[in-house]
Structure formats: structure tokens, C-alpha cells
């Protein structure tokens, strides 16, 4: 992999990490998820685990649509 865009994938992922770690919303939390795992996951491909890659791809939208209906539960009970 070229060395820049490792460096700039890197960086993409621990600003995804640093922000799923700071912010309190559920939604930007979801944001932020999803901007590491679209920086780790060139990374998986690259090391040529390609199933890993797509358990990765199928588990990141089905968390996603778990931690939404979380968020939406807890919104609508006001807590």
C-alpha cells in the first residue's frame, strides 16, 4: 500500500476512534464509527483478509440499525 495513503487512513481512523470516544450523542457516535471503520477497513483488505472484511461490512449495518433503535428506545421514554 502507498505510504501516504496509510498515513492518511491511519489518521482517518483515530479521528473516528477519538470521536466515538468523546461524543455523547448516539447518533454522531454512529458518525464517528463509521468514519473508523471506513479507515481500518482498506487496512483488512490490504493484509488480504477478505473474510474478515465482509463479516466487517455485514456486521457494521446491523450494529448500526441495533444502536439506532437503542437511541430511538431511549429518546422516546425521554431518559
Do not use: C, N
Not at 479521528?15 to 454512529?30: E, H, I, N, Q, Y
Request: glycine share 8%; aromatic share 8%; charged share 15%.
Amino acid at each position: 500500500m502507498i505510504e501516504f495513503l496509510q498515513v492518511v487512513l491511519a489518521a482517518i481512523a483515530l479521528l473516528g476512534a477519538v470521536a466515538t470516544a468523546v461524543s455523547r450523542d448516539p447518533f454522531d457516535k454512529l458518525i464517528a464509527l463509521g468514519v473508523m471503520i471506513g479507515g481500518i477497513m482498506p487496512f483488512i483488505v490490504d493484509r488480504g483478509y477478505l473474510d474478515v472484511a465482509v463479516a466487517v461490512a455485514l456486521l457494521a449495518p446491523i450494529t448500526t440499525i441495533f444502536v439506532l433503535a437503542l437511541a430511538w428506545r431511549r429518546d422516546e421514554h425521554g431518559a
